[in-house]
């Protein structure tokens, strides 16, 4: 796994993202313009990222139409966003329990902790201001989600936590920088790329560690469940439900987008960085990656 890179002590690690804890941490209610209205001419995020774009479903919707669907995928890939905070928050609790709080390594957990707790909350809050029905996992997914996050660990715990982190963080980084894109939306993935860069490399240098001493078969338990709980954000990443507010079927409208080679690019595209790396600690395969468009 030197291919990985070194991965640095743990206490040094952590030393240095404290200091970028205490350098940039914001706080959602005051740096963001909660009370601003939208724009009704600007779309909620870049527009060849709606799902439905480069279709000949798209080309038959007007600008308003467009706009509106943008607005619904937003909010299902943030319903998305906080369901995946609460349950890595939960995990991430747990292995907290174990660590000896005097150290560095279990202060910046602490202030993570505390970080994706903001975001939650600064999520929720768009989603009040945004409007839409609630979207989410699938009730199902939901329990399963309950349960693994009272039992799961170790390299799954954070393969997981990694893809969640970085698809959202492309997503992000490309929102931030788009200056067609509400202003809110925009401030909101400023301040969670930031924060949530120091996480990410937390997250790498912990399942590096993780797979020390880890057998044959116990890495094969945790790519399982790497695969289910890894590929869920990006499988119901936008509600079939969304496609109703512009007069499009749900089942209609999902069928088109997953055959829509625009959005294909997207969902690798979302996953180049993150999927590659965990494919070279062995984390990677089987046929949900494929099937959540992760990989070829």
Excluded: C
Excluded at 107 to 123: I, K, P
Aim: aromatic share 8%; net charge neutral.
């Amino acid at each position: 796994m030197a291919s990985t890179g070194q991965v640095r002590d743990r206490e040094v690690t952590a030393t240095r993202l404290l200091r970028s804890a205490a350098r940039a941490s914001f706080d959602p209610g005051t740096e963001v313009d909660w009370d601003a209205p939208f724009d009704p001419t600007m779309p909620y995020m870049p527009p060849e990222r709606i799902s439905l774009y480069g279709t000949p479903a798209w080309d038959r919707l007007g600008e308003r139409e467009r706009i509106e669907l943008s607005r619904h995928e937003l909010a299902s890939l943030t319903a998305i966003g906080v369901w995946l905070e609460l349950n890595l928050m939960q995990l991430f609790m747990r292995h907290i329990y174990d660590l000896d709080p005097r150290t560095a390594h279990a202060r910046f957990a602490l202030t993570e902790v505390g970080d994706e707790t903001r975001h939650s909350v600064m999520f929720g809050r768009l989603l009040g201001k945004l409007g839409t029905p609630a979207y989410g996992v699938p009730r199902a997914v939901h329990n399963l989600g309950r349960a693994f996050k009272a039992l799961g660990g170790g390299p799954s715990m954070w393969a997981i936590f990694l893809v969640g982190e970085e698809l959202f963080d492309r997503f992000q980084r490309e929102t931030m920088d788009d200056e067609r894109v509400q202003p809110v939306v925009r401030t909101i993935s400023r301040i969670h790329v930031v924060e949530e860069a120091r996480h990410v490399r937390y997250a790498r240098e912990e399942i590096v560690r993780s797979m020390d001493g880890v057998g044959r078969a116990r890495q094969a338990l945790h790519r399982a469940v790497a695969a289910f709980g890894a590929t869920a954000a990006m499988e119901y990443m936008v509600d079939p439900e969304v496609y109703r507010s512009v007069g499009i079927p749900p089942h209609v409208g999902r069928r088109i987008a997953l055959a829509n080679p625009h959005h294909q690019d997207t969902r690798l595209w979302m996953g180049e960085k993150i999927v590659p790396f965990l494919a070279e600690l062995g984390m990677v395969s089987g046929p949900l990656w494929r099937r959540a468009g992760l990989v070829r």
